[in-house]
């Protein structure tokens, strides 16, 4: 059984930097892909980055490219969120997700079933 927690959310002012985590759990071969998603009051949830496992590939949403970045720690078991010059664009509940394959870029919600309950970021001006 996958599990997936976020930690590391939190209030920053724009400009800012925080790091999310996400200390995934259960087999590694049912995690082949991992990303992160937000979902914003009265908007729906949104694709922000995936990585594919094995080889490392990364997509990001337009939204963000540039500015954070994902990456995974395979000893510690944990996919992080680098989010840098964070604006109040970027205010939302940030989830992590695991499949078993990235479909196309990785960054549809529909085609991951594991999820985890969410860190909140706060960006204000």
């Known amino acids: 059984q996958v599990q997936v927690a976020e930690s590391g959310g939190g209030s920053v002012q724009a400009g800012g930097s925080l790091r999310l985590s996400c200390t995934a759990s259960g087999p590694s071969h049912r995690r082949n892909c991992m990303a992160w998603f937000r979902q914003a009051p009265g908007k729906e949830r949104e694709g922000v980055a995936s990585?594919?496992?094995?080889?490392?590939?990364?997509n990001y949403a337009d939204s963000v490219k540039g500015r954070f970045a994902i990456s995974q720690d395979n000893v510690k078991n944990t996919l992080y969120l680098q989010m840098n010059s964070l604006n109040v664009e970027d205010r939302a509940m940030y989830y992590c997700?695991?499949?078993?394959?990235?479909?196309?870029?990785?960054?549809?919600?529909?085609?991951?079933?594991?999820w985890g309950q969410g860190t909140q970021v706060t960006v204000f001006s």
């Open positions: 990585l594919f496992t094995a080889n490392g590939n990364t």
């Open positions: 997700a695991a499949a078993l394959i990235c479909v196309r870029d990785g960054l549809d919600t529909g085609t991951f079933g594991i």
